[in-house]
């Protein structure tokens, strides 16, 4: 296992010219591609320097080891994963909204599946990256608090506790759907299956009470 290098400081360095951020981002766009191909531990400055066209020397001027140059792209990722959903919500049509968004994030994660793997790889070497999707956790569990406090009944579910069991749900599913069952060859839900079973599953836990039929949101 390679040794934990500080990343706090120096962070990242600078791309002030338009050529050197034009390099910056083909770094981190082969870099994408490395992560998902080899993982964490497999990935390599000298392959990502190779596949960028670049020196060593060039990409340390950007960064000044792997760890850098993924926590950059744990950044991205995260960022993606957690703007997904936004805009997909229209109010009076819950059930659809719910497919929309559990669409919109389960297609974002499948597209990034490899590379959420090597990424949740590093966490486990790398504690600014695990403290990184703890913290994209925590946005998602209080984006789904506030709006389970909303729509849940007065003395129901803990929309606290609710929102953490309903939003974990959701991520160890598409971990294990598109990142453990293609690596073990176990079977996989389409996109729009896999959409359909956590939106129900969301929504029959919100609006629906002990009958099966829709209770009142408001």
Not at 15 to 41: C, D, M
């Amino acid at each position: 296992m390679a040794a934990f290098v500080a990343v706090s400081n120096p962070r990242t360095r600078s791309a002030p010219t338009k050529k050197g951020q034009e390099t910056r981002a083909r770094i981190l766009a082969v870099a994408r591609e490395v992560l998902s191909e080899r993982g964490y531990f497999g990935a390599t400055v000298a392959e990502i320097a190779e596949k960028s066209s670049l020196s060593l020397g060039a990409i340390y001027r950007y960064f000044a080891n792997k760890d850098l140059i993924f926590l950059e792209i744990l950044e991205e990722v995260t960022e993606e994963l957690y703007t997904a959903v936004s805009g997909s919500w229209i109010k009076g049509s819950e059930l659809e909204s719910l497919r929309e968004s559990s669409r919109r994030y389960l297609t974002t994660y499948y597209e990034n599946r490899r590379l959420i793997a090597g990424l949740i790889e590093m966490s486990a070497a790398v504690p600014e990256c695990a403290e990184r999707w703890w913290n994209l956790k925590r946005r998602t569990f209080r984006r789904k608090e506030l709006y389970l406090r909303r729509h849940l009944p007065a003395g129901d579910l803990n929309p606290e506790y609710a929102s953490v069991a309903l939003a974990t749900m959701v991520d160890q599913l598409a971990f294990h759907w598109y990142v453990e069952s293609e690596r073990y060859g176990g079977e996989a839900p389409t996109i729009e299956e896999a959409a359909e079973t956590v939106s129900l599953i969301w929504y029959r836990s919100i609006y629906a009470d002990g009958t099966g039929t829709d209770a009142d949101p408001h």
